[in-house]
């Protein structure tokens, strides 16, 4: 049975920092594109940035660009989405999401399997 486990989300000011984690099992994420999404309340779920497979290729979402990174370590099965410069725009709820074609996409519907979330918050 395929999970994957977010944590790492919390309470934040403006302008903080917080890393992410993903940790998957009943996988092996060395074979899948990693992406994380975030759903704020009454909106719909958004891409945020993904990473390939082999982790060569990363695409973002102009919100992420310059202040989001991801990154991952098959061998420990995890991908991280490491957030800095955070903004009350980033409170959402954040989900890591896995596609067994192995390159990244921006669509939720191109993804396999989701995490259960972690929740952001950014005070102003």
């Known amino acids: 049975q395929v999970q994957l486990v977010e944590s790492g989300g919390g309470l934040v000011q403006a302008g903080g920092s917080l890393r992410l984690s993903c940790v998957a099992s009943?996988?092996?994420?060395?074979?899948?594109?990693m992406g994380w999404f975030r759903q704020a309340p009454g909106k719909e779920r958004e891409f945020v940035i993904a990473?390939?497979?082999?982790?060569?290729?990363?695409e973002y979402a102009d919100s992420a660009k310059g202040r989001f990174t991801i990154s991952r370590d098959n061998a420990k099965n995890t991908v991280y989405l490491q957030m800095i410069s955070l903004k009350p725009e980033d409170t959402a709820v954040y989900y890591c999401?896995?596609?067994?074609?192995?390159?990244?996409?921006?669509?939720?519907?191109?993804?396999?399997?989701w995490g259960q979330g972690t929740q952001v918050t950014v005070s102003s």
């Open positions: 999401a896995a596609r067994g074609s192995g390159w990244t996409a921006r669509s939720p519907y191109d993804y396999d399997d």
């Open positions: 009943g996988l092996s994420l060395s074979n899948y594109a």
């Open positions: 990473i390939s497979w082999s982790g060569r290729s990363t």
